[in-house]
């Protein structure tokens, strides 16, 4: 069947971190990886982001494109064009150096604590985004037809287009997460320009705040959020942290549409972060890599103990306090831990408590790794993720990927991407992992002791890892879903 011919759109996907440029989770690897899978079906994407000094260093081909004027509170600001490393996707960055040029991270500083101007940040991110929305764009030979926002953090873009007084392109809001809101005092609403009118249950305001998601959701043409599982979810009181009545309001705009992954970046035959490349008819090859990791991690170097790898934010979502409280058991039944993450304090020091006390057994890293989160995927036997919601994840799909089968709860994406492992499952060639359904210690612990049993029945086991490795998790299809909202709205 030949594939159906689409015009080509224009499209603004705007995104407060995007990789290889910055990145602190998941909303990176999707603003790295879909603009250019859309751009391979022909579609002139380009992505705005803050201009932080990472961004301007790594931005390639770099130059001055023209200013924006008459903004609030901080008056003009640059727009600097370049191109993605890699991808060579088209980026333009903001500049504003009181804005984005600082120490620390794109939303906290060096102690973890929350920009107080974030509301100026990046309420000026969605200003800008919806200026150039507009059908009289100060960007005269490129004005888009879809302008894609994403999270909180440009959540506001479709309120100022709605407000601007002018035709503006359609507007599509994805939730990576919506646990994150962006929710800040009322006196933003005119700080920022937008109308006092506008500060109302069926506008900007939300429980006596002004919420730049709920903003979004509330004025975005189209919603997709990043499963179908998680479309579903955050309907409930359970998952929807308080929208979910609007979001049921706007349950036909509602798309899930699964992420995929970057299968370049996240492909263990050309991976550069490891010393030993493999495909899945080279899996012993996996075992050197475990060893390299063990004896670089500090850990007893011994091929047949079970490695469990976790590499994750540090947050209750995460649910890895599930794994300190069945750690002991897993340690006395011969297992190793590596963790790498960073997060709330708590969970930091008992992790390091729990690495003090079992030095040869259990390897925790505090902070951002890059090729250090490769080795962990690639070295270990077991990837772990229980997370108490999991809007779609990524790194499950990397284990899978990587022949690294993945423990996970049920939420969200990790219910629309692992199958768990059982009879019918292993006949059919499915089973790619473990699936446990209720988030406490004891079903984390069974589902682990699951997978133990299954890793020490060695053809078992490779069949597992191969059908993980056989599935395909690359952005062909997703980006196809995209199109098709897009055109659903043109
Ligand atoms: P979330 O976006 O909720 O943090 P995801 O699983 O969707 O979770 O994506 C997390 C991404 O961030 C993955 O690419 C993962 O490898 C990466 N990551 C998380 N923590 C670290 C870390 N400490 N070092 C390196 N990469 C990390």
């Known amino acids: 069947m030949?594939?159906?011919k689409v015009n080509p759109l224009r499209v603004l996907f705007v995104t407060s971190e995007a990789f290889p440029l910055i990145k602190t989770g998941g909303l990176a690897d999707v603003s790295g990886s879909l603009p250019a899978a859309l751009r391979e079906?022909?579609?002139?994407?380009r992505l705005l982001i803050p201009g932080y000094r990472q961004v301007t260093e790594k931005l390639q081909n770099a130059r001055q494109l023209l200013q924006i004027e008459q903004l609030p509170m901080v008056g003009s600001v640059?727009?600097?064009?370049?191109?993605?490393?890699?991808?060579?996707v088209p980026v333009m960055a903001i500049l504003a150096p009181q804005l984005y040029e600082r120490e620390g991270g794109p939303y906290l500083d060096a102690k973890g604590r929350e920009w107080l101007d974030n509301p100026l940040r990046f309420g000026i991110l969605s200003l800008v985004a919806a200026t150039l929305g507009r059908k009289d764009s100060p960007l005269a030979d490129w004005i888009p037809d879809i302008v894609h926002v994403n999270d909180w953090q440009s959540g506001l873009t479709p309120a100022f287009m709605r407000h601007s007084g002018a035709p503006c392109a359609k507007s599509v809001l994805s939730i990576h997460n919506l646990a994150f809101?962006?929710?800040?005092a009322e006196e933003w609403v005119g700080k920022l320009g937008l109308p006092h009118h506008a500060y109302h249950i069926n506008?900007?305001?939300?429980?006596?705040q002004l919420s730049f998601l709920k903003a979004g959701v509330y004025y975005a043409d189209s919603i997709t959020t990043v499963s179908p599982t998680y479309a579903a979810e955050i309907q409930t009181p359970d998952f929807g942290f308080g929208m979910e009545g609007l979001l049921t309001n706007r349950s036909k705009d509602i798309h899930g549409i699964l992420n995929g992954i970057d299968t370049n970046e996240w492909n263990p035959a050309t991976d550069p972060h490891l010393a030993h490349p493999y495909d899945e008819n080279s899996l012993d090859e996996k075992i050197r890599i475990k060893q390299a990791l063990q004896e670089h991690l500090g850990l007893t170097q011994d091929a047949d103990a079970p490695l469990l790898g976790m590499v994750s934010r540090l947050t209750h979502q995460k649910g890895l306090d599930l794994v300190l409280e069945c750690a002991k058991p897993l340690l006395a039944d011969g297992?190793?831990?590596?963790l790498l993450g960073g997060g709330e304090?708590?969970?930091?020091?008992?992790?390091?408590?729990?690495?003090?006390e079992y030095p040869q057994q259990v390897s925790v890293n505090i902070g951002y790794n890059e090729p250090l989160s490769h080795q962990i995927m690639a070295g270990a036997d077991i990837f772990l993720m229980p997370s108490r919601f999991e809007p779609c994840g990524l790194n499950q799909m990397y284990g899978l990927r990587y022949g690294t089968p993945p423990v996970v709860r049920r939420p969200g994406g990790l219910a629309d991407s692992v199958q768990d492992t059982n009879p019918a499952s292993l006949r059919d060639g499915s089973a790619n992992g473990f699936v446990f359904d209720l988030a406490n210690a004891s079903e984390l612990l069974a589902a682990i002791r699951h997978a133990l049993a299954c890793y020490r029945n060695k053809p078992e086991w490779r069949q597992i890892q191969q059908n993980g490795m056989h599935c395909d998790l690359s952005w062909k299809h997703s980006a196809e879903a995209y199109q098709g909202v897009y055109q659903s709205l043109l």
Do not use: I, K
Not at 78 to 88: D, F, N, Y
């Open 203 to 208: 506008g900007l305001e939300y429980y006596g």
């Open 78 to 88: 640059g727009l600097l064009a370049g191109e993605m490393p890699g991808t060579g």
């Open 345 to 356: 304090p708590m969970l930091e020091h008992s992790f390091w408590h729990l690495a003090l």
């Open 2 to 4: 030949s594939r159906q």
């Open 41 to 45: 079906m022909g579609h002139d994407v």
């Open 335 to 338: 297992c190793q831990l590596a």
């Open 181 to 184: 809101q962006g929710n800040c």
